[in-house]
């Protein structure tokens, strides 16, 4: 399947006349095409959320029509490729916390105290408390630094504790998070201190933009890259920091230093809109493509796709029929199949190749393909071995993005389509194997044999990927 995952603004636009006729392009090939629902989408639904609100519930069920179950999300060290309805999440998302209350240090350390009472640590809190109260807080006020120090902590002066910086540190996220006009105050605090880069940065190529910042950075003194500058943000954390906060925050520091800063208009506009874009953006380069509607969003992530070498293609909803059309696999013609992805082997679709090295003539050529073979593989390696007459076309899904996982529900269709295509009679063996080649920790092989060679659909050893594979004989042809 094509995974394709869309931003927010285009979910909800769906049900806008003007987007019919992608409604109608979807219906006609949804069988061929993944999208995956993230957090990130329900951070721009919430601010919609009231039970009486009937586009909050159509874009809800918007949602679920488009993903099924489709769900990725961050955990611990990596992306899951999750299983559950976008309402189910709803309910689990929709009385969450306010983030000051999570970050109520008073209120936690009291908490604390009451949860370890009947174990009788009713006093770990207050101790801890205390011990924070008698650390210096480790920050230097200068005149430089006064102005930015004042707005995230009001309270602080020369002799604060680590408790008077962590008391501020609740109410700080809260309001830079929600207060559209404080967080945009700090933006422009940051820029009268000289952290704001030239106007012209916005015409810049995407592909000049990270080594235009580090020369800005170097200019004001900063010994370090921006990626370097990014990472050190960080370093406050006592955990190890992961991809997804490095790539949010790298997205966020975009705007703050102002790249295509987010004037943010609406009124309910805030911090988060441009956090949850950072999201979008990060859940995006796991997939196939990466749909927008906000130009800003889409300059941002190719910029950074583009620094971590990620290869998911950003398109706007004007060019998703036409784009997609393009690489969509109609799985119509099964006769000339050997014919027809030979033809694919164009000189100018060559990534790597593999030279004679054993002196046996044996090469082999990595090929990109034009369109994703049966919706889903997207290269084909293509093996000559001169000495047995014959030659080997493997097709894999490569992934050039963040993504490491295939759900199976993809491997599924896969299978489904190929032995469509070539046919399979046995239902009840094909519905045990396709069981197996999914679920089960054992190599799975379907073969099919025809007149001068041999199909082949496995599941890779390592990565349980399916690879399908056509073992070719010419010494059949001239003989």
């Known amino acids: 399947m094509i995974r394709i995952y869309l931003d927010w603004n285009v979910i909800s636009s769906l ?6 006729e992608i409604n109608e392009f979807i219906d006609k090939y949804k ?3 993944q999208f995956p629902y993230s957090p990130a989408h329900f951070t721009d639904l919430m601010k919609s959320y009231n039970p009486d609100n009937t586009f909050f519930n159509s874009d809800l069920e918007t949602l679920e029509n488009l993903s099924g179950k489709h769900h990725i999300r961050w955990e611990k060290d990596r992306v899951k490729p999750l299983f559950g309805q976008p309402k189910e999440f709803f309910e689990g998302v929709k009385d969450n916390e306010d983030i000051s209350d999570l970050m109520d240090m008073e209120k936690i350390f009291m908490n604390l105290d009451e949860s370890l009472n009947d174990i009788g640590l009713s006093k770990v809190g207050i101790l801890m408390k205390s011990l924070f109260e008698l650390q210096p807080s480790g920050i230097e006020i200068t005149e430089e630094n006064r102005d930015v120090l ?3 902590f009001p309270n602080i002066k020369p002799g604060s504790s680590m408790w008077d910086l962590m008391k501020d540190i609740g109410p700080f996220s809260s309001k830079l998070l929600k207060d559209r006009e404080y967080y945009k105050d700090f933006r422009n605090l940051l820029a009268e201190q000289g952290f704001k880069l030239e106007a012209n940065s916005a015409n810049w190529s995407y592909d000049a933009v990270i080594k235009n910042i580090d020369e ?3 200019k004001l003194g900063v010994k370090m890259s921006y990626l370097e500058y990014v990472e050190t943000s960080l370093k406050y954390k006592k ?5 997804f906060e490095f790539y949010t925050t790298a997205y966020l520091m975009l705007d703050m230093i102002g790249y295509k800063t987010d004037k943010l208009p609406k009124a309910t506009d805030n911090l988060q809109n441009i956090q949850a874009d950072g999201e979008h953006s990060f859940y995006g380069g796991h997939c196939d493509y990466f749909v927008s509607m906000d130009k800003k969003l889409g300059v941002k992530s190719k910029v950074l796709y583009n620094e971590f070498n990620i290869d998911t293609k950003i398109i706007e909803p004007k060019d998703f029929i036409s784009e997609l059309s393009k690489v969509i696999d109609p799985l119509t013609n099964n006769i000339n199949f050997i014919e027809e992805e030979i033809d694919f082997c164009k000189k100018e679709s060559i990534i790597e190749s593999y030279v004679d090295e054993n002196g046996d003539g044996v090469e082999s050529i990595a090929y990109k393909l034009p369109r994703f073979y049966f919706n889903f593989f997207n290269y084909v390696v ?14 894999r899904k490569v992934f050039k993005n963040f993504s490491r996982f295939v759900y199976f529900t993809e491997s599924e269709t896969l299978i489904d389509s190929v032995c469509n295509y070539f046919g399979y009679e046995n239902k009840e063996e094909l519905k045990s194997k396709k069981y197996e080649f999914i679920h089960e920790d054992t190599k799975t092989i379907f073969d099919w044999n025809f007149e001068g060679g041999l ?5 890779e050893e390592d990565t349980k990927r399916p690879i399908l594979s056509y073992i070719i004989s010419t010494k059949l042809k001239t003989a």
Do not use: A
């Open 15 to 20: 049900k806008r006349s003007d987007f019919q």
């Open 216 to 218: 800005f950075l170097l």
């Open 239 to 243: 955990s190890p920091i992961t991809q």
């Open 31 to 33: 069988q061929y095409m």
């Open 455 to 459: 199909i082949r659909l496995e599941n």
């Open 382 to 395: 293509y093996t000559n071995y001169p000495e047995q007459g014959g030659f080997v076309m493997t097709f």
């Open 150 to 152: 004042k707005k995230m």
